[in-house]
């Protein structure tokens, strides 16, 4: 969990620059645009290319950083087609709250517990695997593995 909460920090940037480039290309003036969609589905893409190039070789920085590596079920580097799996599959840890609030008007505070009460029970179900990892790598046929960071 230590690596994830790295990982989004480093995403930041990622998010930071992605958006700027965005928003300067389509002259938004505001969040509240009506572009915000657009550019929701646009940084969507872009965390995907981010974490598909850096799984199929891999580590991510923050993954380095922890000592952790993705691999496949034998061990092997996973492709850059699994790391896609991979990633849609990550969105288990977000998505399902998302969805259960949606028709609701909860402030930034209940939304903030109900989603981390969910990041908190999705951690924990990881478990009940008999490997003890989490869920979205098991269905994506991924593991992590400690690892010092790989040289070129």
Known sequence: ????????????????????????????RDAMDARRPLLQAFLFIVFGIY?????????????????LRVVDKTGL????????LRYLLCWLWFLPPLAAMAPFKLSGGESAVVVLGWVAVWAILSRFHPQRQFWHDAFAGTRLVPS???SR
């Not at 580097?77 to 896609?84: E, S, Y």
């Open 1 to 28: 969990m230590g690596a994830w909460v790295y990982e989004g920090m480093l995403l930041f940037a990622v998010v930071f620059i992605s958006g700027w480039l965005f928003s300067t290309l389509g002259q938004m």
């Open 51 to 67: 974490f598909a190039w850096f799984w199929s070789r891999g580590q991510t920085l923050a993954m380095k950083t922890w000592g």
């Open 77 to 84: 580097p996973i492709t850059q087609r699994r790391a896609l």
């Open 148 to 150: 010092a960071p790989l």
